[in-house]
């Protein structure tokens, strides 16, 4: 055997180092997307960093990003744009990647945290934290994690306890996302004008006025969360293919699925947690990123990037171009997802997987 | 077999497989669906299991595959507990074909197939020489080698279902369990799957068993042959003791006639119906 073997049969190209033995199969069509995509997505970032009240040209915006330029420059960018471009990225990632796992475990495009109340669960927490007023900082992180996994967790049991479909989770998790909006209305309708105003700007979502400490939790959660995905990833590829066969495959599906579970609404929560529910990201980014790749199933590394690239795309055209309008992310990505979710189900009934 | 293979690794080499069930009691939810069966699945044979509408057939063939967790008894392959096994390790010596299994539209065959190297690989080796070589065996052995890029959903029937068998093929395993293969396939493409189970048996050695709803074609392909009614084997053995008007008539509760298939020995029945069977029969009765 040579060093490295390669070939192409089938339309697939494989490849196989004799040492060490890592051998694969390499997809062109989507290592060549996920790099346009990233590529595409750092200009969308430093773009994001240059525009503001002082515009800093855009071949200043990299090196600054290493800590290159004048102290002025320096300062806007770390103190005031990183935090704002930087939570953009992370929440865009962390929907993306958190919508992959959950509609590529399940088979169903609309299984994602926004649809099954993993989100609603955590919007119910954080705003009660705000009404109720301990929700400030750290507690913002921690209750919407909290709110989500509860949610999840009710979900779990109603909808996977015994035996799953995708089509039932839906239903479930539909039921459990009215009840967590329901709750969350009444907060707001009971508090006081002051944290009323807080809890429905937190509730659009929106990357105005994000700091550091926005950043740092996201981070750190993703820096766990993202590789934890990736080790896990390999069982999403049986588990689609429905319990029994994942099973016949070898895979540990109670534990496989439990694991996805939490890594998922974790994503999902932190995301929240940073940037409010900015709706539909979760839902579509593994879509578009799926027929961009060429894929059946949502690919979870380029789910993530389209994630993020949509996020700091949304935030970009509601500062630039709708710039009168002020509106924040999570009004944009609604008005533009809520056509894609409606395509979505027509497709879906179309083809009779009944979701 | 009484070999203590706890704390031994794995051989290598497949050896003959042995699997058999003790006292078996699967139920779902709140039924009892099977109570007290105790099976010895022939090694290197191929095993049909007939009977009626919830008899239980089904559900044993999952308990063989661990698929159901038995409410009582226990599954045994090679004297070990399949319920206590690595399920990954016992994805190497069982493979199992549920009824109706379906994919993500747009998943290729090849792709599909590929998945069924899955017990054997690692996060980072994919695509071994072995997994090349099972995977391109099974799509020649299925004849889907020209089908290996299209999408399963854009596949008629039969390709399809050769699909998901050349999945199960390339998991390499001695035992294959098939649920129901031929349903919802033409005649045509019933008996094509059939003779391929034959070859999976005769060339490979491989020890089959199945659920088939048309008890002639199981008369005709099964080496041995169980029937069940109410979550209890009635009786079992070879196909031309087993298959009798009687059995036919206390497992089904059909009146027919028995004769013999004019192509394969085989038991064939004729069933009666109330409208026929006035006539005296022309066929051969046993």
Redesign the interface.
Known sequence: MTFLETSTAAGRTTFRLARPAVSGVLALRPIAVGTLLAAVTFAAFCVSVADGRIQIPLTDVVPALFGHGDPGTLLVVRELRLPRALTGLLVGAAFGLSGAVFQAMTGNPLASPDMIGVIAGAQTAVVAGIVLGFGAGLGTQTLGVVGALIAALVVYLLAWGRGTTGYRLVLVGVGVAWMCTSATDYLVARAMPYEARAAVGWLVGSLNERGWHHVRPLALAMAVLVPAVLLLGRWLGTLHLGDPVATALGTPVSYARIALLVTGVGLAAFGTAAAGPILFVALVSPQIAQRLAGRATPPPLISAVTGALIVLAGDLVSRIVLADARLPIGVVTGVLGAPVLLWLLVRANRTGSGG | MKRDLSGTPEPDLPHPPELHATGLRLGY?GTIVVDGLDLAVPTGRITVIIGGNACGKSTLL?SL???LTPRGGAVHLDGRSIHGMP??????RI????QS????????V???V???R??Y?T???????E??RAV?GALTATGM?EH??R?IDALSGGQRQRAWIAM?IA?GTPVLLLDEPTTYLDLAHQIDVLDLVVDLNRRDGRTVVMVLHDINQAARYADHLIAMKAGRIVRQGHPAEVVTAELIEEVFDLDCQVGVCPVSDAPMIIPMGRHHGARTPNLAVR
Do not use: F, H, K, Y
């Not at chain 2, 399920?87 to 190497?92: C, I, N, S, Y």
């Not at chain 2, 493979?95 to 549920?98: E, F, K, M, Q, S």
């Not at chain 2, 299994?101 to 290729?108: I, M, N, Q, S, W």
């Not at chain 2, 996060?123 to 020489?129: A, K, L, N, P, Y």
């Open positions: 939810d999952q595959a661990r698929l399920t990954r390790q016992v994805a190497r493979g199992i074909l549920p299994p379906v994919a993500p539209a747009g998943l290729t090849i792709d599909l590929t998945r069924g899955s017990p690989q996060w980072w080796r994919q695509w071994s020489v997994d090349e391109t080698l290996a890029n999408p199960a998991q």
